[in-house]
């Protein structure tokens, strides 16, 4: 069984988070230590440690976090000048917080990941 995370507890509303969106199966709030002008976590309601353990089963969820992804982007007057979906795995990804979350970034010029 996974260990829960404080991600959890955001979910259950059991600790403040700035909730920009949830509904039965994401929930979507403001990063704590924001790197951009937007940094906006996604996440699954349901506990996944980390990319390695998704399963088939998770495809919609995962499919729906870049949906829910993309309306927030729009909502955020982001989504002409861009942005970027990161989701970290593991040490050598930097990863951590251990239930799967995608990173929404942008407001500023990046700068390109992959030289
Ligand atoms: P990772 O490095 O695991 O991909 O990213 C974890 C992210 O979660 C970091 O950007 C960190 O700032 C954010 N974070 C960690 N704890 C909290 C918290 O309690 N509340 C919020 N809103 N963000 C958090």
Redo the contacts with the bound molecule.
């Keep these: 069984m996974a260990e829960e995370t404080?991600f959890s507890k955001?979910i259950r509303r059991e600790?403040p988070?700035?909730i920009v969106f949830q509904d039965d199966r994401v929930t979507a709030?403001?990063?704590?230590?924001p790197?951009a002008p937007t940094?906006i976590?996604i996440i699954p309601n349901k506990l996944i440690p980390t990319v390695n353990d998704v399963t088939e089963a998770d495809e919609a969820t995962l499919g729906h976090m870049i949906t829910v992804a993309a309306k927030i982007a729009k909502q955020e007057g982001i989504d002409e000048s861009g942005y970027r979906l990161?989701m970290?795995c593991n040490k050598d990804?930097?990863?951590?917080?251990f239930h799967i979350?995608m990173?929404l970034v942008g407001g500023r010029n990046l700068g390109r990941l992959v030289e």
């Design positions: 404080i955001i600790i988070a700035d709030f403001r990063d704590i230590a790197q940094h976590l990161i970290n990804a930097g990863q951590v917080v979350h990173h």
